[in-house]
């Protein structure tokens, strides 16, 4: 079964702090794998998207891993700031006969205090 | 401002009402999205058009519901006779044609349905 677990399921840092959220997945065939930030009563807003092909990728303070072999992701956040505070998703992209199926975890919530 | 706009952004009804959400996807995206999200969970995947055809729907999608994109431009979401099970997020996206890693979706904010 094609599934997509996230961990922590929540996590609380302090201003300034780094942290790294975890994303790791059973799904087959694999397209990419994309990280999502959304605020609260927001849509999910893009942050990186990776192919099989790559290891990292950043964007800002954030900077995802991808280790296809292993089918685990993870999201570094740097020198995290109070509007880090939102819910990050990791979603997994499988082309089916259809066109392509996207596979949702369900999210770390992220709170940054000062 | 992803450019994905949705109507309404809340909708409060009682049980039974039949309700209608409404997606616009940015311009030239030939791909249109319907998602619904519960509290502290992640998107589900409702239903998903390319241009005007419908090509995949979720079991998620009873026959109380429906979605229809005519001209393959904005997209309707309607619920018939909802239920306090229905109440959730309700979100769109949309995604240009596809190309060799650039499959991103771009969301819209979502319509709140609470359902009385």
């Known amino acids: 079964k094609n599934q997509v677990e996230q961990s922590p399921q929540s996590l609380i840092i302090l201003e300034g702090k780094n942290c790294t959220l975890q994303c790791n997945y059973t799904v087959s065939p694999f397209s990419n794998l994309r990280w999502y930030k959304q605020d609260t009563g927001r849509g999910p807003v893009s942050l990186t998207i990776m192919t099989f092909s790559e290891n990292t990728k950043s964007n800002g303070r954030y900077t995802a891993t991808l280790d296809a072999d292993t089918k685990q992701s993870s999201l570094h956040i740097t020198a995290s700031q109070l509007s880090d505070s939102a819910s990050y998703i990791c979603?997994?992209?499988?082309?089916?006969?259809?066109?392509?199926?996207?596979?949702f975890g369900k999210g770390t919530t992220l709170s940054v205090s000062s | 401002d992803t450019g994905v706009s949705q109507d309404p952004r809340h909708k409060i009804t009682k049980r039974g009402q039949n309700v209608t959400f409404r997606c616009d996807p940015i311009?030239?995206?030939?791909?249109l999205y319907w998602y619904r999200q519960t509290l502290g969970q992640g998107p589900e995947f409702l239903t998903y058009f390319q241009n005007e055809a419908q090509l995949e729907k979720s079991r998620l999608l009873s026959d109380r519901f429906s979605a229809e994109r005519p001209k393959g431009s904005f997209s309707t979401l309607e619920i018939q006779r909802t239920e306090q099970g229905d109440s959730a997020m309700y979100l769109c996206?949309?995604?240009?044609?596809?190309?060799?890693?650039?499959?991103?979706?771009?969301f819209g904010p979502g319509t709140r349905l609470t359902v009385l």
């Open positions: 311009s030239e995206h030939n791909r």
């Open positions: 979603v997994v992209s499988s082309p089916n006969q259809a066109g392509t199926a996207l596979i």
């Open positions: 996206a949309s995604s240009p044609p596809w190309r060799v890693g650039t499959d991103t979706q771009y």
